[in-house]
């Protein structure tokens, strides 16, 4: 079964910059749709941004722009790189793949936008 790890949120203020790393222990990241989540407090969860096998890459319209989603197909590896932050971008950040997989959450990393 694959596990998906991420890891690199942290807190920062308004206008920085995290880099966010979504370590997977199969050989997914290059033959399905992989896809990053974020839930706010009190929020449903939503999708961020997705690239798909073939490296096509999508945003929801609010971080589109800033956010850039890439891999290392040989290091099994998904980001985020996540730019001009905001207050709003405060959430838990997951991966998964699109369409999500019940059985791929993880713990998920936090990411605080202090204004």
């Known amino acids: 079964q694959v596990q998906l790890v991420e890891s690199g949120g942290g807190l920062v203020q308004a206008g920085g910059s995290l880099t966010l790393s979504c370590a997977a222990s199969?050989?997914?990241?290059?033959?399905?749709?992989m896809a990053w989540y974020r839930q706010a407090p009190g929020k449903q969860r939503e999708l961020v941004a997705t690239?798909?096998?073939?490296?096509?890459?999508n945003y929801k319209d609010s971080v589109n722009g800033r956010f850039t989603i890439s891999r290392e197909i040989a290091k099994k590896t998904v980001y985020l790189q996540m730019n001009s932050l905001k207050p709003e971008d405060t959430a838990v950040y997951y991966c998964?793949?699109?369409?999500?997989?019940?059985?791929?959450w993880g713990q998920g990393t936090q990411v605080t936008v202090s204004s």
């Open positions: 690239i798909t096998s073939a490296g096509i890459k």
């Open positions: 998964n793949t699109d369409p999500w997989r019940s059985n791929f």
């Open positions: 199969g050989s997914i990241v290059n033959i399905i749709t």
